[in-house]
Every structure is written in C-alpha cells, then in structure tokens.
C-alpha cells in the first residue's frame, strides 16, 4: 500500500526516485528522523506508531533505504520491539545500484547493555548489528551481547557519541539515520552532531501527557535550514538541515 506525497512549493506528485532525490546527502551525515503530533507529541498511547499512518511509514522506509546505519537508543530498541532491519528486493537493489551495502547495518546505543540477544533485531539481522557502550557497562552483559553483535567500548562512564561517530565512519557507515529516541536525540544535539532532521508532523491533537521529541541535556539553540515541505493526508513532512 502506498501515498502520494506532493511537494508544497510545486504542487508536483512525488514517485520513489523523486523521493530519494528530494531525501539525498552528501558524505558524511547524521540525520534524525521522528514523528510528532500537531501538539508536540512524540507518542500516542505510549508508542510512536499511533501517530504514523501509510504515508509516513513509506518515508521511514525510503529513509532507511538511503543510510549506511541505522542508531537507535536501547529503550526505543526494547520499547517499539525492533524486529530486524530488512528492505524489500527493489530497495535492495537500489542499494546495490548505487554502490551500498544490501542492508543497513543496525547500532545500537546503550550505556547499561540492557539488551536480550533474542530479541529479533539481533537474532534475525541480515547484517551483524553494532552496539556501542562504555567501560563501565556490566562485564557479564557485555559477553552475553557479543555473540550477536560487535560490542564497541567509547568513553569510560558514559558514551562517547563523537568517538562513536569516528568508530563507526571507520566502518564505512558515513550516513547514519537515528530514529530515536528522545534521549539519544538530544545527546546528540547537545554535541552538536545532528546534520539534518526530516520531521513528520501528525494531524493530531493528543493532549497533554507525552514527552518531546527531544530529551536529556540542554544546550544552545541552533539555526536550521528548511530544505522542502510534502504533504500527504494531512500530514507534512519537513527536511531541515545545517545551515
């Protein structure tokens, strides 16, 4: 199932390949991606998907399509039950076409490994995922979660984002997409690493209760580019980038 997405400024109807086009970048890249409500919900009911409708699932997949990896948070992971990160076949070759690796691969961002190896996005990963932690994260979680993911140490108490970055660029995985959560988010704009944010904006009022899509340290503002405006059964979905 699929929507059409058109583009505010042109009015014109936008298939796949404009899409990838309108949601391209160059080089090295951490772009965040979230949906909130018209009042600035980050979840319904306790989780994202109530805000998302066909529309935006086909820009988070695209957006998945485009990355080398994919950050996530260990709560968003246990949270919104990550299932393996896996692309149909024609974004598959896509990828192939245009010189990626057939998958992204799945990171992972914990400072207490509180992670199950069951769980599917580790157990059934087409690509081995990353999990990226501290030297002070429990020794017998850190061997547990090794069997089925690359264990990365940076920092010794806390994460170290901008290590982590380097780590992973030495990798090869240059464009990273994070999909959350809030904390992971705002970790990483209070180090000043978010190049770009595509923003789904949900025509829903939800009322008072959930958090912001944003979460964790303060830091100063920063000024952001609009790079284009769609809109598609009442939703808008915004692209914003450095300036």
Request: glycine letters at 12%; one cysteine or more.
């Amino acid at each position: 199932m699929s929507a059409s997405l058109v583009r505010l400024e042109s009015g014109a109807t936008l298939d796949d390949d404009a899409l990838a086009g309108l949601y391209h970048a160059d080089g090295r890249v951490v772009r965040v991606n979230f949906v909130t409500s018209v009042d600035g919900a980050v979840e319904l009911d306790g989780f994202s998907e109530g805000l998302s409708g066909v529309p935006d699932k086909r820009v988070f997949g695209l957006l998945r399509m485009l990355c080398d990896g994919l950050v996530v948070g260990a709560g968003t992971l246990r949270h919104e039950g990550y299932r393996a990160v896996r692309l149909n076949e024609e974004r598959r070759a896509w990828r192939r076409a245009h010189g990626l690796a057939e998958y992204p691969t799945l990171v992972v961002v914990t400072g207490s490994l509180d992670l199950n190896p069951g769980q599917a996005a580790f157990a059934d990963a087409p690509v081995r995922p990353i999990v990226i932690t501290h030297g002070r994260a429990p020794a017998d979680r850190r061997e547990m979660i090794s069997g089925v993911a690359e264990v990365l140490t940076v920092g010794d108490e806390a994460v170290d984002l901008t290590e982590a970055l380097a780590r992973l660029r030495e990798r090869g995985l240059d464009h990273l997409l994070s999909e959350g959560g809030p904390q992971l988010f705002g970790s990483l704009a209070a180090a000043d690493l978010v190049d770009d944010v595509c923003l789904t904006v949900s025509p829903l009022l939800t009322g008072p209760g959930a958090g912001r899509i944003t979460a964790g340290p303060a830091s100063p503002p920063k000024g952001m580019a609009l790079r284009h405006v769609l809109e598609s059964e009442g939703s808008l979905f915004l692209r914003y980038t450095r300036k």
